[in-house]
């Protein structure tokens, strides 16, 4: 496993709606980051294939609403229809590995990173994930919170919003902390049988997770002035379109042609609330996503090719897909390097989601730590 760790109002369409969060004079700053990534494999199947006692009872008969399709094992026509056309690679957790693991080494790493005394200013701890744990009745949030040794927090559990837990949890924090607040945020998938991870040519899910601190400050602070900030949140939005209740029986094609004008939707309203045009982003960093969408996104919202960032083909990482994208964009700048980031994701369940941060990469030092090899 490589853990990368970096120290570092437009009115919506009518059938849409959007939630979109007006930042205050204070601001929420980036502080520490750590990526724990599993090694990438090739995988081109459509399901995971991992099995675990703890999903069990989703094959029970009166599971069936908590399954994909209400199915077990895909069908041959679903196997034709959604295994990608190539090769892929993805990120896949080693066996036995559970979602609360990769939490909890995500969490535990970052404390490494910042120190126990930065940790221990936390007053909220959010988990968000897309997939479920092995043993499902775990709560990862408190396994997170026993490991650090938190005892007077918050902590929150997001999920149901497909991968845009990241997105989610900066607007639920905006509305949470207060001045001098400190959210320690950990998102965290690994996909077991029988859920899918992939959707034909449009996206291969892996595992993985990020963790960072989420601190409150003035908006006059300057983000390198605090030990370990990198970035302060300059906007963010969740923009929900027709939902699909079964994307696993859409063609992905038809996702695509539903999803690239919200995503775009989102990207522009992200803009307009951080009083920035496109040309004025420095990079746009798009979801581990199908590289035609991508571009067909960026190319709807007018984003200038000079600051588009191409991603390594290792799948999308799921709900820490936006965030280990801008700790290794952190991690790739330049010392010099200062800037806005522009963020975005989508779910295929009929929504999209962008952010942009402005980045001082001058803050930051990056350590990649390989399998085995102590944080």
């Not at 069908?75 to 979602?99: K, N």
């Not at 996909?191 to 991870?197: A, C, D, E, K």
Request: aromatic share 6%; glycine share 8%; net charge negative.
């Amino acid at each position: 496993m490589t853990a990368l760790m970096t120290a570092p109002p437009i009115s919506a369409p009518t059938g849409q709606r959007s939630t979109e969060t007006p930042l205050a004079a204070s601001v929420l700053t980036l502080v520490g980051g750590v990526a724990v990534l599993p090694p990438a494999l090739q995988f081109t199947a459509v399901q995971a294939d991992e099995r675990h006692p703890g999903y069990r009872h989703l094959l029970l008969p009166q599971a069936r609403f908590a399954r994909p399709r209400g199915l077990g094992k895909h069908t041959d026509e679903e196997a034709l229809r959604l295994a990608p056309t190539g090769p892929s690679a993805l990120r896949i957790a080693a066996p036995g590995q559970s979602l609360s693991d990769l939490a909890v080494d995500a969490a535990l790493d970052l404390r490494d990173q910042l120190g126990s005394g930065q940790i221990a200013q936390t007053t909220h701890v959010v988990v968000a994930s897309a997939a479920l744990n092995e043993t499902i009745g775990d709560s990862v949030v408190g396994r997170v919170q026993y490991e650090l040794g938190l005892k007077d927090v918050l902590p929150l559990a997001l999920g149901q919003n497909g991968t845009l837990g990241w997105y989610s949890a900066l607007m639920l924090l905006d509305g949470l902390l207060g001045e001098n607040d400190q959210a320690l945020l950990v998102l965290a998938d690994k996909w077991l049988y029988p859920f899918f991870r992939h959707f034909g040519d449009l996206v291969g899910y892996s595992d993985g997770a990020a963790a960072v601190l989420v601190r409150r400050t003035s908006a006059n602070a300057q983000p390198q002035a605090q030990t370990g900030a990198w970035g302060t949140l300059k906007s963010v939005i969740v923009q929900y379109g027709t939902s699909f209740d079964d994307p696993w029986g859409c063609a992905p094609d038809s996702l695509r042609d539903a999803l690239a004008p919200l995503a775009a939707r989102a990207i522009l309203r992200a803009l307009d609330q951080a009083q920035l045009r496109a040309d004025q982003i420095d990079w746009c960093v798009p979801p581990g996503i199908d590289p035609a969408f991508a571009a067909r996104v960026a190319d709807a919202a007018a984003i200038p090719l000079a600051r588009r960032v191409h991603r390594e083909a290792t799948g999308h990482g799921s709900s820490a897909d936006s965030p280990t994208s801008l700790l290794q964009l952190s991690h790739a700048a330049s010392a010099s390097a200062h800037g806005f980031a522009l963020v975005w994701d989508v779910a295929l369940h009929g929504a999209a989601a962008a952010a942009v941060f402005d980045l001082s990469a001058g803050a930051l030092d990056a350590v990649i730590n390989l399998a085995g090899e102590p944080s």
